[in-house]
């Protein structure tokens, strides 16, 4: 299977990403990565790189992916879920990391256990406005 293929199906069927959401990851646009990934555009070797940072890609997996081969030589299972896991995985040590620099807001991701429905939705609501106005920066 082409290398565009392989990342595209990568994408949709292990990690159930839309391609909304991996091209924010990847700090790329969507029609880039829809270029990427439909073959109209060549994937560069930094981008390949930066494919299996966001992507959380094994090794033995992306040698995997950019050969070609339908499984490495050492046996290692490409199972999607596994693969899935593994991106979980990396997502929530991730996540731990980042609630562990900054104990305020994890107190206050705890508490929203014990708001009010309306007052989640009130809190929700803020938080995506701060971050529009985020990403407006």
């Keep these: 299977m082409d290398l565009h293929v392989e990342l595209q199906h990568y994408r949709n069927d292990v990690l159930e990403l839309t391609q909304r959401e991996a091209a924010l990851r990847l700090n790329i646009s969507q029609g880039a990565l829809s270029n990427y990934e439909t073959g109209a555009r060549d994937i560069p ?5 930066t494919f299996k940072e966001v992507y959380k890609i094994p090794t033995h997996e992306m040698n995997r992916i950019m050969y070609g081969e339908e499984s490495d030589s050492l046996g290692q ?14 997502e929530t040590k991730e996540i731990l990391k980042t609630l562990g620099e900054h104990p305020k ?3 206050t991701l705890s508490s929203l256990s014990y708001f009010t429905e309306k007052r989640k939705e009130k809190f929700i609501a803020h938080v995506n406005h701060f971050y529009q106005t985020m990403k407006g920066w």
């Design 105 to 107: 807001f994890k107190r």
């Design 77 to 90: 299972s490409h199972d999607p879920m596994i693969l899935r896991e593994t991106f979980e995985d990396e």
């Design 45 to 49: 070797y930094k981008m390949l790189l």
